[in-house]
């Protein structure tokens, strides 16, 4: 009972309730005084009394599982929790959506569980798993409540949609001061509702962008940034990401403003390819668009606000082969070296010089721009066993096609046995990358001592 009564009185629960129920308070009394009140306040109340009722069922249902015994394998490794919507990641290892789109928004690239790099960020449906939950909660007598999913199933109402196409045509509008104020709504709405995203269409999109001009560095960088970031919340929508990345005017002005207009500018230009990317169609299209070289240009600007936008949308693009040599002859390699070699970025940048290094062109590069000593250097320094991982694999690679870097490699074996303690310390990839150099340089020894 004692335990009971401590999750009825959570702090953390009671505060963020208290909080909601004073602005509720605030937007109601608004409303309700104001002749004028903006019409979002209407949409911010409706959703802060939902927001108010999630956190109430939630509390509801956490007294319940509190007094059942829930199996590890339905609780997610990140939260903790109960799993509502369990999904595959690319790793194979299941988590909950909210938890692991957390994960990836912020701009990592790995499973959380096994460090392992991604080959994708398309999350997967565990259906298996949901119904194995499903028919637990049922034995036991508990209701799950998805609020997400009931909010999808609200739907959109008529006047939703006369307010979008309102604001797009503001934003079409020969007035520049309503072009900017009907740009700023748009991205403030498209930010705070998800319903909303799922508005617009392919004209729509098009009429989003339509004041955008090309090549214009001079434009009003106040309306440009607005328009980009409001395509970037779109490119969230999991339903706009084919629509947004199949339109070469959009991609053509995201790349544009990778060039131009502020930092924010430039960095959400480098998110909103980063979210299209996560379909491989998309990969192509964007790859083939020129957009490696502006994301590479913008990666070595080195703004620590746009580098890891644009390195995340590197990584994702790289994937498809066909990207990875547009990459290399954009000059990815020496860039992303120079910015290692200066311990900007070291994790995420390791990760896409590992997945380069399956080009043959890159290794030469990585072998004559000095890649050999800084990963050895990684290796002694580093404490991350990723780091460590993806560095022991492309000195892997640089080993087993340059020959003149052996020596380099023996050295640092024999000074420090830098490679043999990664060989018994590390991953298990770490492990068989660096036995499999070890191997290589006792054979070469053998070869030597026999000749």
Same mark, same amino acid.
């Given at each position: ?16 309730? /208290? ?40 509390? %509801? ?64 449906? *565990? *259906? ?68 909303? =995203? ?7 999109? /098009? ?25 970037? *919340?779109?490119?969230?929508?999991? *339903? ?24 924010? /500018?430039? %960095? ?20 083939? %668009? ?9 990666? !070595? ?24 040599? =547009? ?20 994790? !995420? ?89 070890? !191997? ?12």
């Amino acid at each position: 009972m004692a335990k009971t009564g401590m999750l009825e009185t959570d702090p953390a629960m009671v505060a963020k309730a /208290t909080e909601l129920k004073k602005e509720l308070q605030r937007l109601v009394k608004a409303i309700v005084e104001e002749d004028d009140s903006r019409i979002d306040s209407y949409d911010q109340a409706r959703e802060t009394l939902s927001a108010l009722k999630d956190l109430k069922i939630k509390r %509801s249902l956490s007294l319940k599982l509190d007094t059942h015994d829930v199996p590890p394998e339905f609780r997610c490794p990140l939260s903790r929790e109960l799993m509502k919507d369990p999904v595959i990641l690319a790793s194979g290892q299941t988590y909950d959506r909210p938890f692991i789109q957390k994960w990836l928004k912020s701009g990592n690239l790995t499973c959380p569980q096994s460090q392992q790099v991604l080959t994708h960020t398309i999350l997967i449906p *565990n *259906n298996l798993v949901r119904d194995m939950i499903l028919q637990w909660c049922k034995n036991q007598g508990i209701k799950l409540h998805n609020s997400e999913q009931e909010t999808q199933e609200e739907g959109i109402t008529e006047a939703d949609r006369d307010h979008l196409q309102l604001l797009l045509d503001k934003v079409s509008s020969p007035s520049l001061v309503e072009q900017k104020k009907a740009a700023k709504e748009l991205r403030q709405l498209t930010k705070r509702m998800p319903s909303f =995203r799922g508005l617009f269409g392919k004209d729509a999109i /098009t009429q989003l962008v339509n004041p955008l001009p090309l090549g214009r560095p001079d434009f009003h960088t106040d309306l440009q940034e607005d328009l980009i970031t409001t395509v970037l *919340n779109l490119s969230i929508h999991d *339903n706009n990401k084919k629509l947004v990345g199949e339109n070469h005017v959009v991609i053509n002005l995201l790349i544009d403003s990778l060039k131009s207009g502020t930092i924010e /500018t430039k %960095s959400n230009s480098a998110a909103a390819l980063f979210t299209l990317s996560a379909l491989d169609s998309n990969k192509i299209l964007i790859g083939k %668009s020129g957009a490696l070289q502006a994301l590479i240009n913008l990666l !070595e600007e080195g703004h620590p606000l746009a580098m890891k936008d644009a390195a995340s949308a590197i990584f994702n693009l790289c994937i498809i082969h066909g990207n990875k040599e =547009r990459a290399v002859h954009a000059g990815a390699v020496g860039v992303i070296l120079k910015k290692i070699m200066d311990r900007m970025l070291v994790d !995420e940048l390791l990760a896409i010089l590992a997945i380069l290094s399956g080009h043959q062109k890159a290794v030469e590069e990585m072998g004559e721009l000095g890649a050999v000593p800084c990963l050895l250097s990684i290796l002694r320094e580093s404490t991350c066993g990723r780091n460590k991982e993806n560095s022991i694999a492309i000195l892997y690679t640089i080993c087993f096609n340059d020959r003149t870097k052996w020596r380099e490699i023996k050295e640092e074996e024999n000074s420090n046995g830098t490679i043999s303690q990664l060989a018994q310390n590390g991953t298990l990839r770490a492990k068989r990358k660096a036995n499999g150099i070890l !191997e290589r340089l006792n054979r070469a020894v053998t070869v030597i001592h026999t000749a």
